[in-house]
């Protein structure tokens, strides 16, 4: 069992920056694809960004292309998205989640689909004011 732990939310005016972090428990971090994902109120929970396993690839929804970024430390069992310029319509909460699937050592897949994620932090909100 992962437990994911998010932090960095908060409330920021429209251009400002956030760091979110999540971090793992356990000694297998370096071994799941992480994943970042967020839901607005009233919205379905939607993909933002995923990384995989060694940090090689990363792959990002449109609307946050160029904005966000996301990497991984695996000595520190830690996932992070630095959000920058960011817009009232990145408010949501944000979830932090772990792809267990067994994957070849030399693999670099990630996935964009949140039903292949196994384990999911608790969310950190953020806000951004216009």
């Known amino acids: 069992q992962v437990q994911l732990v998010e932090s960095g939310g908060g409330l920021v005016q429209a251009g400002g920056s956030l760091r979110l972090s999540c971090a793992a428990s356990?000694?297998?971090?370096?071994?799941?694809?992480m994943g970042w994902f967020r839901q607005a109120p009233g919205k379905e929970r939607k993909f933002v960004a995923v990384?995989?396993?060694?940090?090689?690839?990363?792959y990002y929804t449109d609307s946050v292309k160029g904005r966000f970024a996301i990497s991984r430390d695996n000595a520190k069992n830690t996932v992070y998205l630095q959000m920058n310029s960011l817009k009232p319509e990145d408010t949501a909460i944000y979830y932090c989640?772990?792809?267990?699937?067994?994957?070849?050592?030399?693999?670099?897949?990630?996935?964009?689909?949140?039903?292949?994620?196994?384990?999911w932090g608790q969310g950190t909100q953020v806000t951004v004011s216009s």
């Open positions: 989640a772990a792809d267990r699937r067994e994957l070849a050592d030399n693999s670099d897949y990630v996935s964009r689909f949140d039903v292949d994620y196994d384990y």
């Open positions: 356990g000694r297998t971090f370096s071994s799941y694809v």
């Open positions: 990384i995989s396993r060694s940090g090689g690839n990363t």
